[in-house]
């Protein structure tokens, strides 16, 4: 009997490529993992709504484990699983990060919000980095703070009471600074809470979470969901928001493009996300003849 797998893919400096889109290579590869019983998974600090965008017109469907962890949804778009913040916590986080005029984005059931006057001051913040630092590539962050709006489902907000609303349910909490200073003084902030989970998915971010919620906390509840033991998935990802997972899976795969500390963890490293690192997993798991799963 053939023994089910599951394969959980990180979206950003994964699956997408340097210019956040999904090769057609990738797409077809994942088709064809599909196709031999593969249970393709999508893993992403994104919100699910941004995600369904981002696979609109690929023709595939996938669970999705969204905002670092805390929610699952079917492939039906429908909610399965959800961890949010404990709404006093994430308004005591807010509220701070509002008072030290940080950029954030809050991700909720169908909206990201985020201040009105956030761009601006990102904006302000990468001229003075710039300014102080000529020799920057200064496409590099603008390209780093296009990634950012360029995600589907903002509502622009005047304050975070906004958000007060019992009927809001917070499941994470993105900041981003060009001011590295700032960004570990925001760090530090929350490094000791013991009821957070802490993590960065890039350069000039962190992330908050409730202290359950992980991509590898949400891959063992799914793959016991679809009765799939942990001995038969994959996960592959590039940034420290994929550790949880990597660390955890039956067999975890570092991007070529992955920082150092996922690389150490990872049992194996594959190609980069512009030279469809994720294809050549998939293909070559497919070559090898999947038949009695592949994680050893």
Partial sequence: MKLK????????????????EISRENIQAMKEAQKNGIEIVVA?????????????????????????????????????LST???KDKAIEILQWLEQEEYYYEVFSDSAIFTPQKGRELLSIEMDRLISANPELDSEELKSAALKQYSQSGFVFISSYKELLKPSINIYNILVFSF?????????????DCNDLTLVTSAN????????????????????????????????????????????????????GNACEEIKNIAKEVTLSNDEHGVAYVINRLLKKGYKNGYCS
């Fill in 179 to 191: 001011d590295k200073e700032k960004l570990n003084r925001g760090w530090n902030k929350f490094q």
């Fill in 5 to 20: 797998m599951l394969m959980a893919i990180d979206l950003d400096g994964t699956l997408l490529n340097k210019h956040n």
């Fill in 44 to 80: 992403t600090g994104r919100a699910h709504f941004d995600v369904q965008e981002i696979f609109k017109h690929t023709g595939i469907r996938t669970w999705i484990i969204g905002a670092n962890g805390a929610t699952i949804h079917k492939p039906d778009g429908q909610l399965f």
């Fill in 204 to 255: 000039y971010n962190f992330e908050l979470e409730h202290i359950e919620a992980s991509k590898g906390n949400a891959l063992k509840i799914l793959a016991k969901e679809l009765g799939i033991p942990l001995s038969q998935t994959i996960a592959i990802g590039d940034s420290m928001n994929d550790y949880s997972m990597i660390s955890i899976a039956g067999k975890g795969i570092a991007m």
């Fill in 84 to 86: 949010p913040l404990d």
